[in-house]
Nanobody, 124 residues
């Protein structure tokens, strides 16, 4: 059973914007935190952004601060990643994930619920 489904990826030019969505099964959305990771060619999967269940606590990787915004709509069981001022180095498969803990939220080991990813490609 698919529990997290990402959508919204695509091909955009540098400077453009995309909004990613992550739809979760209702009973699986009640997690301490939801986050986005990304996996670029030749790179390890890296943390992008995380949000608490109430959306009153967020944290971003330095590489995306000021450009990306994570948000969530608990009534729709959906988490979003608004990506502005996109750069070619943002090209990656973006994954949504749910945490098992309130701690170590930039670590892969803190997440056990993953989507299959959505491709984001930024051309120069």
């Amino acid at each position: 059973q698919v529990q997290l489904v990402e959508s919204g990826g695509g091909l955009v030019q540098a400077g453009g914007s995309l909004r990613l969505s992550c739809a979760a099964s209702g009973r699986t959305f009640n997690r301490p935190a939801m986050c986005w990771f990304r996996h670029a060619p030749g790179q390890e999967r890296e943390f992008v952004a995380v949000s608490s269940r109430s959306s009153d606590s967020t944290y971003y990787a330095d590489s995306v601060k000021g450009r990306f915004t994570i948000s969530r709509d608990n009534t729709k069981n959906t988490v979003y990643l608004q990506m502005n001022s996109l750069k070619p180095e943002d090209t990656a498969v973006y994954y949504c994930a749910g945490s098992t803990t309130y701690y170590r939220l930039t670590s892969l080991s803190s997440y056990d619920l993953w989507g299959q990813g959505t491709q984001v490609t930024v051309s120069s």
